[in-house]
């Protein structure tokens, strides 16, 4: 995927500092009270589970650089004080962190990244394995939070998913399922996500769906030729999720396919906006914590992704948009908005297979430039 557009980890912090900044600064409102002792809410005084003095260790986190306040108080300064240890956090999006780490491995300790590219980390040598055994928190997690990139690598901490956002007072028959993309009435009227966003070859596994069929590299021209059928009701194909809120914003189209917390925004623009999870089921990705395979501090690498995963750290780490990876993190209905978040949620989406992308990229985005660009 080219790293400079749309990815869940850059929209998720970016969309949320304009959609959801008034929920996140009640939420750190509420962390100042007279007591310090709720460490459900605050980033100070925090039991943490396994915690032990490192010595003044220094830990080297590469991850995303939204909301960076927030996750410095609510889930790197715990850390810190129950470890007794300095975590420098480098930031930037995945295809910019993956090559630096490619160029210096032995600079860093940790790395977050979305499944995809972490399968990509993993391939080329980057990723130490790590034990089920040395999570204590592991167990506790969603079973489609476990293994997102095969058994030994680390776990997921949050989820994301595909759904529909459309203007029901526009489109007035209710949509309720993938195949509505292709009805008639929604000439003129459609977004989707360019082959080269996250949620894009996805649209090939929906397509392949349609065909009653799972993607595989001998059904994705089939796939590809059922979506180029989506075409009379193409306004734009999109790579950046904030065009999706200024065509909806200025009218230009109706409907989009779009990842949940990229929604937000368009749903908070009218009540008339409306999100669906199709009835079929969806498409979704994990953001994963691993162990970097040159890593001089392993142990406290592998104490940090437990930490991750822990109930009161997953609570307070929902405050920065990331949805919980295991099942009792309780939140309320306005906190889980444009999250992938409970049992049935989560149970709806299916994850692509990885390798199968890697491996027909290439092909498979000139297969959709020559079908379906319709920028061109």
Do not use: H
């Amino acid at each position: 995927m080219n790293s400079n557009n749309l990815n869940p980890q850059v929209t998720r912090r970016s969309m949320l500092g304009l959609a959801a900044l008034a929920g996140s600064a009640l939420a750190l409102s509420g962390c100042d009270t007279d007591s310090d002792s709720d460490a459900s809410s605050t980033g100070t005084d925090v039991t943490v589970e396994g915690a032990y003095d490192s010595n003044g260790a220094q830990l080297v986190i590469s991850t995303w650089g939204f909301n960076s306040d927030q996750k410095r108080e609510l889930v790197f300064e715990p850390f810190e004080k129950a470890f007794n240890c300095t975590i420098t956090v480098e930031e930037g999006n995945n295809g910019d962190r993956l090559a630096k780490i490619q160029q210096k491995p032995e600079s860093y300790d940790i790395i977050q990244l979305s499944d995809y590219y972490m399968q990509q980390a993993i391939d080329a040598g980057l990723v130490a394995k790590i034990s089920p055994s040395d999570l204590s928190n592991y167990d506790s997690l969603y079973d489609k939070a476990k293994t997102p990139n095969g058994e030994g690598y680390g776990p997921a901490y949050t989820f994301t998913r595909l759904g529909i956002v459309y203007d029901k007072s526009v489109i007035t028959e209710p949509i309720t399922s993938w195949a509505d993309l292709w009805r008639s009435d929604l000439a003129g009227k459609l977004t989707i996500p360019d082959f080269s966003t996250t949620a894009g070859p996805w649209m090939l596994n929906i397509a392949a769906g349609q065909l009653g069929q799972e993607l595989t590299a001998d059904n994705a021209q089939a796939a590809m030729d059922k979506l180029a059928e989506l075409k009379p009701n193409l306004v734009k194909i999109y790579t950046k999720s904030s065009d999706v809120v200024n065509m909806f914003n200025q009218g230009e189209v109706s409907c989009a396919v779009i990842l949940d917390f990229s929604s937000l925004t368009i749903q908070e623009a009218s009540d008339d906006f409306v999100w669906v999870d199709p009835t079929e089921g969806t498409w979704g990705s994990t953001n994963v914590t691993d162990v970097c395979a040159k890593s001089a501090n392993a142990d406290l690498a592998k104490a940090f992704i437990n930490y991750t995963l822990d109930k009161d750290e997953q609570t307070r780490n929902a405050q920065t948009g990331d949805a919980p990876s295991r099942p009792d993190v309780e939140l309320t209905e306005d906190e889980a908005k444009g999250m992938t978040y409970g049992e049935d949620v989560v149970n709806s989406i299916q994850l692509p297979d990885l390798e199968l992308l890697i491996e027909n990229k290439a092909t498979w985005q000139s297969m959709w430039n020559n079908q379906l660009n319709t920028n061109a």
